[in-house]
């Protein structure tokens, strides 16, 4: 087991190895696999190795999903058509919770029940085991969803990626004369990523490495980020019980960062109590930075971020060579609006939604379009019975709904009248409001807040997250001056997400998340959002929890080569918030 730390060279030291096990002891190519993680960084691993052994071919390089394909398509007639991609796994789940929850779903909740069946299948569980704090459904509903996307899966003749790993694992136990022609095969197995790997792909690989046993692991528990997918640090940090008589070897040499980037990152991960203790040093003496900056509100954060981009740009820095990484998506649409207003350019690597184009986001629009005349149907439906009104869909006819010839028309229905009646009232109050009095008096004067959290909650959605996009609503509101500059903002950042699908990494700032910036680096790295609730999450309360959230900073701080600025805010809106519990151990 080889312990590499950030930036230490785990490619280099698996190419290396290959070359010595073909050249100095004699091993057939067509006897090595090599695995790892990811189609890229196979592409890579496969690319290094053809340049440093030009005349040699016959290694398997592939992915843990790749490598059970091969082995099963012989065996069950399977071809790629079999396969469930991750978008068509995506419209066939959503398909299966519109029918089992009768409503249609959002793409967080779509995300997480999507992160819990993965997770149970990984781990070799049932559906009994879910709990409602793992995902997005009450544990019934839940049962019922699984049952239908495994039954819908089967008549479909489809295999998801994750079914791959189990079905190879029934095979290899049904059938040992095939389990031993594959360990005949593959005599020596490298794993990149090791710290990555979880309990049915780690079942696997110890049926085909036996008895033979000879396996070669390179990875770094401290960046073990992936619970959410099923990954499980415990079997790296558990390795030398498996096999004793496996040697470790730590190499503990960062050559990419400088001396006080690794020193700051330690003090933080060495406060985790589960994890192999190692002694990083860099690997040259160059000069690096690293900042803690106070900001006062979100806006303030913003300032800052670009005025670090355009002060490096000016000092030699290119775009390219800087990143800001985030905890979660959530807020990547109000920075890159930022980044796109102060003329940087950008580029998100991952799938980003406009604030506005949000459950919320279009409920807090529809009743403001609504109170300015557009009394369209749809408005209406968005927002009738949030809070409850008692209005019916019956109630409010097919054409443009006129709220004072609906409250005529409730003598026989004498519940609705005073809902009615403060309805418009509230309408003619909002008309005549300022943006973000009126996204105020919304959230607080007219319930809508209360009723959107419960709402989000028979979704899965915790209160945290829509109080935060709620927020990030009123902020934008407070910087309109008018309903109509209201409109404009929105369509401006609309405009701006559909640009940032075209842009071009080549030369631009990176905008992403921690856990997408796993196996990058950069010259600059900018953190921000380091406060309580963000980063650690507010969803994270066990130890263990806390320590992949340690973890998760550790990686995206060591992302950076020269400079690394860590943001926190005071402030959001008016509301006192708390700077991450990991600043002090950074400190």
């Given at each position: 087991?080889?312990?590499?730390?950030?930036?230490?060279g785990k490619?280099f030291?698996?190419t290396?190895?290959?070359?010595?096990?073909?050249?100095e002891?004699?091993?057939a190519?067509?006897?090595?696999?090599?695995?790892t993680?990811?189609?890229?960084a196979?592409?890579?691993?496969?690319c290094?190795?053809?340049?440093?052994?030009?005349?040699?071919?016959g290694?398997?390089?592939?992915?843990?999903?790749?490598?059970?394909?091969?082995?099963?398509?012989?065996?069950?007639?399977?071809d790629?058509?079999?396969?469930?991609?991750?978008?068509?796994?995506?419209?066939?789940?959503?398909?299966?919770?519109?029918?089992?929850?009768?409503?249609?779903?959002?793409?967080?909740t779509l995300?997480?029940?999507?992160?819990a069946?993965?997770?149970?299948?990984?781990?070799?569980?049932?559906?009994?085991?879910?709990?409602?704090?793992?995902?997005?459904?009450?544990?019934?509903?839940f049962?019922?969803?699984?049952?239908?996307?495994n039954?819908?899966?089967?008549?479909?003749?489809k295999?998801?990626?994750?079914?791959?790993?189990?079905?190879?694992?029934?095979?290899?136990?049904?059938r040992p004369?095939i389990?031993?022609?594959?360990?005949e095969?593959y005599?020596?197995?490298?794993?990149?990523?090791?710290?990555?790997i979880?309990p049915?792909?780690?079942?696997v690989?110890?049926?085909?490495?036996?008895?033979?046993?000879?396996?070669?692991?390179?990875?770094?528990d401290?960046?073990?980020?992936?619970?959410f997918?099923?990954?499980?640090?415990?079997?790296?940090?558990?390795?030398?019980?498996?096999?004793?008589?496996?040697?470790?070897?730590?190499?503990?040499?960062n050559?990419r960062?400088?001396?006080?980037?690794?020193?700051?990152?330690?003090k933080?991960?060495?406060?985790?109590?589960?994890r192999?203790?190692k002694?990083?040093?860099?690997?040259?003496?160059?000069?690096?930075t690293?900042?803690?900056l106070d900001c006062?509100?979100?806006?303030?954060?913003?300032?800052?971020?670009?005025?670090?981009?355009?002060?490096?740009?000016?000092?030699?820095?290119?775009?390219r060579?800087?990143?800001v990484?985030l905890?979660?998506?959530?807020?990547a649409?109000?920075?890159?609006?930022?980044?796109r207003?102060?003329?940087?350019?950008?580029?998100?690597?991952?799938?980003?939604?406009?604030?506005?184009?949000?459950?919320?986001g279009?409920?807090?629009r529809?009743?403001?379009?609504?109170?300015k005349?557009?009394?369209?149907?749809?408005?209406?439906l968005?927002?009738?019975?949030?809070?409850?009104?008692?209005?019916?869909?019956?109630d409010?006819?097919?054409g443009?709904?006129?709220?004072?010839?609906?409250l005529?028309?409730?003598?026989?229905?004498?519940?609705?009248?005073?809902?009615?009646?403060?309805?418009?009232?509230?309408?003619?109050?909002?008309?005549?409001?300022h943006?973000?009095?009126?996204?105020?008096?919304?959230?607080?004067?007219?319930g809508?807040?209360?009723?959107?959290?419960?709402?989000?909650?028979?979704?899965?959605?915790?209160?945290?997250?829509v109080?935060?996009?709620?927020?990030m609503?009123q902020e934008?509101?407070?910087?309109c001056?008018?309903?109509e500059?209201?409109?404009?903002?929105?369509?401006?950042?609309q405009?701006?997400?559909?640009?940032?699908?075209?842009?071009?990494?080549?030369?631009?700032?990176?905008?992403?998340?921690?856990?997408?910036?796993?196996?990058l680096?950069?010259g600059?790295?900018?953190i921000?959002?380091?406060?309580?609730?963000?980063?650690?999450?507010?969803?994270?309360?066990?130890?263990?929890?806390i320590?992949?959230?340690?973890?998760?900073?550790y990686?995206?701080?060591?992302r950076?080569?020269?400079?690394?600025?860590?943001l926190?805010?005071e402030?959001?809106?008016?509301?006192?918030?708390?700077?991450?519990?990991?600043?002090k151990?950074?400190?």
């Amino acid at each position: 087991m080889v312990l590499a730390g950030p930036g230490a060279g785990k490619t280099f030291v698996i190419t290396r190895r290959l070359k010595y096990l073909i050249e100095e002891c004699g091993v057939a190519p067509e006897e090595i696999l090599v695995i790892t993680f990811t189609k890229a960084a196979a592409e890579e691993m496969e690319c290094r190795f053809d340049m440093l052994c030009k005349e040699v071919s016959g290694v398997t390089f592939g992915t843990f999903h790749a490598v059970y394909f091969h082995i099963l398509k012989k065996f069950y007639n399977l071809d790629r058509t079999g396969i469930l991609g991750e978008g068509e796994k995506r419209k066939l789940l959503k398909e299966v919770i519109n029918g089992v929850c009768g409503s249609d779903t959002d793409d967080e909740t779509l995300m997480a029940v999507l992160e819990a069946i993965s997770r149970i299948k990984n781990a070799g569980l049932s559906a009994d085991s879910y709990s409602s704090d793992i995902a997005a459904l009450d544990p019934v509903m839940f049962k019922k969803v699984y049952a239908a996307y495994n039954s819908l899966l089967r008549e479909r003749k489809k295999l998801d990626f994750d079914d791959m790993i189990l079905r190879c694992r029934e095979l290899f136990l049904e059938r040992p004369d095939i389990l031993d022609m594959w360990r005949e095969r593959y005599r020596y197995i490298l794993i990149d990523e090791f710290q990555d790997i979880n309990p049915m792909q780690y079942e696997v690989i110890k049926m085909l490495a036996y008895p033979h046993n000879n396996l070669c692991v390179v990875g770094d528990d401290d960046q073990s980020i992936y619970a959410f997918r099923g990954s499980d640090p415990d079997i790296m940090l558990g390795f030398k019980k498996d096999y004793p008589e496996a040697r470790v070897i730590k190499l503990e040499n960062n050559y990419r960062s400088g001396k006080s980037i690794i020193d700051t990152s330690l003090k933080l991960i060495g406060c985790n109590k589960k994890r192999f203790r190692k002694k990083i040093r860099a690997g040259s003496e160059k000069n690096c930075t690293v900042a803690l900056l106070d900001c006062r509100d979100r806006n303030d954060e913003a300032e800052k971020i670009c005025g670090l981009i355009t002060a490096a740009a000016k000092h030699g820095i290119t775009y390219r060579e800087m990143a800001v990484l985030l905890r979660t998506n959530a807020m990547a649409g109000f920075f890159a609006g930022k980044l796109r207003a102060a003329g940087i350019p950008f580029y998100v690597k991952d799938r980003v939604e406009s604030i506005f184009d949000s459950c919320e986001g279009k409920d807090i629009r529809a009743m403001l379009d609504f109170s300015k005349g557009k009394t369209g149907r749809e408005n209406f439906l968005r927002f009738m019975n949030k809070p409850v009104r008692y209005i019916s869909r019956a109630d409010i006819g097919r054409g443009d709904i006129e709220l004072s010839r609906m409250l005529a028309g409730t003598e026989p229905k004498k519940y609705m009248y005073g809902q009615l009646k403060q309805l418009i009232y509230d309408m003619d109050k909002l008309k005549k409001m300022h943006p973000f009095a009126a996204v105020n008096y919304i959230r607080k004067g007219m319930g809508y807040e209360q009723a959107a959290v419960k709402e989000a909650a028979g979704r899965g959605r915790g209160e945290e997250a829509v109080i935060e996009i709620l927020n990030m609503i009123q902020e934008a509101a407070g910087e309109c001056d008018s309903y109509e500059d209201w409109l404009e903002r929105i369509k401006s950042e609309q405009e701006g997400m559909e640009e940032m699908k075209k842009d071009s990494p080549e030369a631009a700032v990176q905008l992403m998340t921690m856990h997408s910036s796993k196996g990058l680096e950069f010259g600059m790295v900018i953190i921000p959002e380091l406060n309580e609730g963000q980063i650690p999450s507010n969803k994270c309360t066990k130890n263990n929890e806390i320590e992949e959230e340690r973890r998760l900073l550790y990686v995206a701080m060591t992302r950076a080569k020269e400079k690394l600025f860590l943001l926190y805010r005071e402030k959001n809106l008016q509301k006192k918030i708390l700077p991450s519990r990991f600043i002090k151990e950074l400190r």
